[in-house]
């Protein structure tokens, strides 16, 4: 029994004399879910989808748990050890899969101008700083990511991010100037241990919305009402400057026209018969002397 407790006691004197070894941290982006989150074993539930199968595949095998995505002894050369092409995987083989160039990722919808919420799984919690990437206008999802794809500089940078419900939780405010398919690149370095994480989250921004023109309706100008006849004009008023005769009262007598021969006179007969005998006689006296005279010239 002595014994025993000295060995206990001489084991115990020797701890301080042991080195401690490294404190390692682990996780991956859960929202907008990581590639590595979404197909790798332990994280997410889309790892039936065909590009989950497809990295598989390319894999040659199961990927590592999906926390585990981390490089050694980095300190923030992040472009020496993790090559063009290999982003995704951090340039791990056991990863290889995720650096497929496929557009069928499970992604997350975004909308571009605003800030998106992440929570990046800390299955192992430990200090350290995030820098957020995002590709530049223009990617080409069909195409392997490149550092040149990232634009050089992060659109946020967060040290230590509280820790809520076992995920440390950020924000980054997106630019309005992306639309279609792009990446969300997420370089984790903490700060008590020698590993770097790495991760991509496919996100899918929101097409802007039409802006809806309202046309003003001009009123209707009245045309004027088409005229077919011309309008008449009034005519001046005759004025007459004879003096109205005045019909004479009704009578009883019947008045004979001047006109009617049924009703001349005996007087007016005499008178005319007088005439035609005188003018006779006047005529036949001058046609007898005419002939005397003929006679005597000869």
Request: charged share 20%; glycine share 10%.
């Amino acid at each position: 029994m002595n014994r025993r407790l000295a060995l206990v006691v001489a084991a115990a004197a020797l701890l301080p004399l042991v080195p401690a070894g490294p404190a390692f941290a682990h996780g991956a982006p859960t929202t907008p879910i990581s590639r590595s989150a979404a197909c790798a074993a332990g994280g997410g539930t889309a790892t039936g989808t065909a590009a989950c199968q497809a990295a598989r595949q390319a894999n040659g095998g199961p990927f590592g748990t999906f926390d585990n995505l981390r490089v050694p002894d980095v300190n923030g050369n992040d472009r020496k050890f993790v090559p063009d092409g290999k982003l995704c995987s951090g340039g791990l083989d056991k990863f290889k899969g995720l650096d497929l160039a496929r557009d069928d990722f499970p992604s997350t919808t975004v909308t571009g101008g605003k800030s998106i919420v992440i929570k990046y799984r800390a299955t192992l919690p430990h200090a350290g700083s995030f820098r957020i990437y995002l590709t530049k206008p223009g990617y080409d999802p069909a195409k392997k990511l490149t550092w040149n794809d990232l634009g050089g500089k992060p659109i946020a940078e967060v040290k230590d991010p509280p820790l809520r419900d076992g995920s440390y939780q950020m924000s980054a405010k997106l630019p309005a100037d992306r639309t279609g398919r792009h990446i969300l690149y997420i370089v984790w370095q903490t700060s008590s241990t020698p590993d770097t994480y790495y991760s991509c989250s496919d996100v899918v921004f929101k097409k802007a919305a039409a802006a809806v023109v309202t046309k003003v309706k001009k009123p209707a100008t009245p045309k004027p009402a088409k005229t077919t006849a011309k309008p008449a004009v009034p005519k001046p008023a005759v004025t007459s400057t004879e003096p109205e005769i005045s019909e004479p009262p009704a009578t009883s007598q019947a008045l004979t026209p001047v006109g009617d021969q049924s009703q001349v006179t005996l007087g007016h007969q005499i008178l005319v018969g007088g005439l035609v005998v005188g003018v006779g006689g006047v005529l036949w006296a001058a046609i007898g002397g005419l002939v005397r005279r003929r006679r005597e010239n000869r």
